[in-house]
């Protein structure tokens, strides 16, 4: 049974800092490409960052391009999302999935999910 759980959310200033950790089991972390994606209050889920497997080539959203850094441990199943320089607009719920196809950047490519995480910016 496949399992990602989120973990790092909270409530935080503008211009402040979180890390995201999502820990993977039951699968072969390092054979799948990871990335998170999130979720504001009315509007549609979006891409925010993917890591590849052997390479670790990384993938961001404009949005977010030069203030957040996903990284993976694949000795600890674990995918990260370092989030700085926060914003108000990055209020959202963030989920972390796991996938096995090129397409890294939409949803539909991704196999597993786990349940989110809050993350709220207040201005």
């Known amino acids: 049974q496949v399992q990602l759980v989120e973990s790092g959310g909270g409530l935080v200033q503008a211009g402040g800092s979180l890390r995201l950790s999502c820990a993977a089991s039951?699968?072969?972390?390092?054979?799948?490409?990871m990335g998170w994606f999130r979720q504001a209050p009315g509007k549609d889920r979006e891409f925010v960052a993917a890591?590849?497997?052997?390479?670790?080539?990384?993938y961001y959203a404009d949005s977010v391009k030069g203030r957040f850094t996903i990284s993976r441990d694949n000795a600890k199943n674990t995918v990260y999302l370092q989030m700085n320089s926060l914003k108000p607009e990055d209020t959202a719920v963030y989920y972390c999935?796991?996938?096995?196809?090129?397409?890294?950047?939409?949803?539909?490519?991704?196999?597993?999910w786990g349940q989110g995480t809050q993350v709220t910016v207040s201005s």
């Open positions: 999935a796991a996938g096995r196809s090129s397409s890294n950047t939409l949803a539909n490519a991704y196999l597993y």
């Open positions: 039951g699968l072969t972390f390092s054979s799948y490409t």
């Open positions: 890591i590849t497997t052997v390479l670790s080539n990384t």
